[in-house]
């Protein structure tokens, strides 16, 4: 991977210094540190490029900012009090959505020459090599956990609440009771086992375009003994949703792909099915499908989230709220007489039903129609980036469903979204813009 130029350094600072940010407590919230950097970058080279599509994004920015009108209301079937913690939650996630408004103008407005489209790949390579490393820890030593600096600087009752605690104290794992009996489910290096699950599958993606269709001999050799160290910890995440997204993703290749190449991908996925029928891990996977343990949450929240929802369709309400009861009782809270007793966030399992308690139906069909239009607009670029790239679109309106965009996920997004748009048009360089990776070849 060549070094990225001067102006890249906080592109290259967020991928690859994941690992860091991590281990300072920071990890999913570094993209607002290094937005000021970004930012920077814009305001030296204005006029700022746009790509298409992207208005359908700033709506559903404002419609963010318009839905604080509602933070202290209270749909029905929901309970709480407005104070600090529901403000200090809308402003964490204003701040994540502008600083990641930033990072896709930033990176579309880099020159080639500034960040090539191969570096950018393969730094996202980088940090898949990182999250199979997390994965693994997560198997081999699941109650593996640190205080972070962060931490030890936040007062108690700042780092004391459970969504803040998630984001500034590095776990390895969520030890939770899917199959009957405590299991680990990696986490490391994100805040939680879905979002890891949500971002191996995207950034695997990218590892392939890296290190196999463009990589040499060295980074290919790497290949396969990487893959097969990572469907340990995929395995191991017990994580449904990433199940099937792998399975969309051989699918859609095997749609689009022609030739040889679509016998080699034949080829590579019998070898793979033959190995894991053979492996321990085939039974971990048929004991998950027999535990659907989170069905019944689910099915709950969504449907108090959508019946909260038509209560404010426009605007939402700014935040999310917690639900009177469980999938199980009417009574809130745990207590000493029912310790299964709980109150489910709304819109806690998954980016849809987040968006349509927070923004209403119309900031949940600007999401769709954001990444929809992506995959609609790129849909011919035939090049390994930009099928690896649709794919990535296609998982991200496949995931919306089961899980939530924020923290780490939606970045992951929209970094692949700026990688289809430079593709497409070919990042700006003086004199001549013109395609910034040769097209064809591999994937044709």
Known sequence: MSLPHRAAWPIAALLVGYPLWWALGLGGLSVIALAPAMALVLWRRRP?????????????????????????????G?????GPGRIA???????????????????????ERELPQLTLVRMLGALFVTTVAGGLLGVVAPHADFTSPVERLLPGAVSGNPFVHNLIHPTAAQVQKVLGHASPRPEAPFEWANAWGSNISVLLVWFVVGWWVYGG?????????????AAVPIVYSLNRGLWIGLGVGVAYLLLRLGGRTRAVLCAAVAAAALAFLLSPLRTMVAQRLDNPHSNDIRAFTVSATVAA??????????????????????????TDWCDTCGHPPLGS????????????????????????????????????????????????????????????????????????????TGAP??????PVVRRGGVFD
């Open 48 to 76: 700022i490029r746009m790509p298409r599509g992207f208005g359908l994004w700033l709506l559903l920015l404002a419609g963010y900012l318009v839905s604080a009108l509602m933070l202290g209301e209270m749909p029905p």
């Open 78 to 82: 929901t309970y709480g009090e407005f």
């Open 89 to 111: 939650g809308y402003l964490m996630r204003l701040a994540l959505y502008a600083s990641l408004t930033i990072m896709v103008l930033y990176l579309g407005n880099l020159t």
């Open 217 to 229: 001999p060295r980074r290919r050799l790497a290949v396969p003994p990487l893959l097969a160290l």
């Open 309 to 334: 929802a038509r209560t404010s369709p426009v605007i939402g309400y700014g935040n999310t709220r917690n639900a009177t009861g469980n999938h199980r009782t009417i009574t809130t809270g745990k």
């Open 349 to 424: 399992d998954g980016q849809l039903w987040h968006l349509m308690i927070t923004q209403g139906f119309t900031g949940a069909a600007l999401y769709v129609a954001f990444f929809a239009g992506a995959v609609r607009r790129h849909w011919r670029d035939r090049s390994p980036i930009g099928m690896a790239g649709v794919l990535v679109m296609i998982l991200t309106l496949l995931y919306m469903f089961v899980y939530d965009g924020l923290v780490t996920p939606l970045g992951l997004y929209l970094v692949s979204f700026a990688l289809l748009w430079r593709n497409q």
């Open 429 to 434: 360089s003086p004199g001549r813009p013109g």
